[in-house]
């Protein structure tokens, strides 16, 4: 067990499966915190990702198992580049994200 739980960029369509989350908790110790940060990329959005993850957040909360202590989204949370029409101009490009800190019930 744990007092401080952190993932970064790990929850994603290809990558950690959102019921993962329980996890954490799992191995943080009673009272310790839970800190990760997921992106609203385009694929995550349309297939549902970020919904059915905030869905178990709230299922965690409603349970009993944690409590937020902060959620923070962004606009800018992660800068992609693509060129444009094959030229040598970039253009920038951002996804929007959040970062989630959780605290375990101490019982």
């Known amino acids: ?17 959102y019921k ?13 915190f839970i800190c990760f940060i997921c992106g609203s990329h ?4 349309e297939y549902g990702y970020v919904s ?4 178990e957040l709230q299922l965690m909360v409603d349970k009993g198992l944690w ?3 902060e959620i923070k989204k962004v606009d800018r949370y992660m800068c992609t580049t693509s060129k444009r029409d094959n030229k040598d101009v970039q253009d920038e490009e951002y996804t929007a994200g959040a970062a989630y800190l959780y605290r375990k019930s101490s019982f």
């Open 52 to 55: 059915a993850l905030e869905n």
């Open 42 to 45: 385009k694929r995550e959005v």
């Open 67 to 69: 409590t937020p202590v």
């Open 1 to 17: 067990m744990f007092d401080v739980v952190i993932l970064v960029g790990g929850f994603g369509i290809d990558f950690v499966p």
């Open 20 to 32: 993962c989350v329980r996890e954490l908790c799992q191995a943080a110790t009673p009272g310790g």
